[in-house]
Nanobody, 122 residues
Framework: QVQLVESGGGLVQAGGSLRLSCAAS????????MGWFRQAPGKEREFVAA????????DYGDSVKGRFTISRENAKNTVYLQMNSLKPEDTAVYYC???????????????WGRGTQVTVSS
């Protein structure tokens, strides 16, 4: 089993920045594709970003392109999501996920963290 723990969420003003972290344990981190998803109340889970095992390939949801950056440090078993120019519509619970394929469909990821709340005020 793989355990994922997100951190770094909180309250931030519109236009501000926040950096989320996800620490993995229980399995060799470098074998896992990592992703970030978010879910606002009453809405479906939305793809945010994904990164390949080596970190050489990334993918982003259209709503966050140019504002968010996903990265990973395999030596620390950690993946990050740097969020800049935050908007109120970015408010959601953000989930870290791990899987075998770098895809945008949440159901295809195998492991999930508990989530961390991000709230952007206007």
């Amino acid at each position: 089993q793989v355990q994922l723990v997100e951190s770094g969420g909180g309250l931030v003003q519109a236009g501000g920045s926040l950096r989320l972290s996800c620490a993995a344990s229980g399995r060799t981190f470098s074998t896992l594709v990592m992703g970030w998803f978010r879910q606002a109340p009453g809405k479906e889970r939305e793809f945010v970003a994904a990164i390949s095992r080596s970190g050489g390939s990334t993918d982003y949801g259209d709503s966050v392109k140019g504002r968010f950056t996903i990265s990973r440090e395999n030596a620390k078993n950690t993946v990050y999501l740097q969020m800049n120019s935050l908007k109120p519509e970015d408010t959601a619970v953000y989930y870290c996920a791990a899987g075998r394929l770098k895809v945008v469909t949440a159901s295809l990821y195998d492991y999930w963290g508990r989530g961390t709340q991000v709230t952007v005020s206007s």
